[in-house]
């Protein structure tokens, strides 16, 4: 395991220093956005992930909750309009 001692905006004091995890920004990739998009065309008749759904999410596009929940609310907007 890794330590990464850099700066990081967690709330909890830098716990991510502590367990390896790297705090930096990471930007999606096309297979995990696609992964989202092909869920989002399943679920068009109510596209709104429950919190389940959206940690399953997390985990298969190894994405944050935060990048789900933008991603999702874009890709709806860009679907609509």
């Known amino acids: 395991m890794r330590f ?9 004091r ?13 930007n999606a990739t096309r297979e995990s956005t696609s992964t989202l998009k092909a869920w989002l065309y399943e679920h068009i008749k109510n596209p709104y992930p429950t919190k389940g759904e959206k940690i399953m999410l997390a985990i298969i596009t190894k ?8 991603k999702i609310i874009k890709s709806k907007l860009n679907l609509y309009l």
């Not at 990464?4 to 909890?12: K, L, S």
């Not at 830098?14 to 990471?26: A, E, F, I, N, T």
């Not at 994405?63 to 933008?70: E, F, G, S, W, Y």
Request: glycine share 4%; with cysteine.
């Open 63 to 70: 994405m944050t909750l935060t990048q789900v929940n933008v």
């Open 14 to 26: 830098c716990v991510c220093s502590y367990v390896g995890l790297d705090p930096r920004r990471k």
């Open 4 to 12: 990464v001692y850099a700066f990081c905006t967690c709330v909890d």
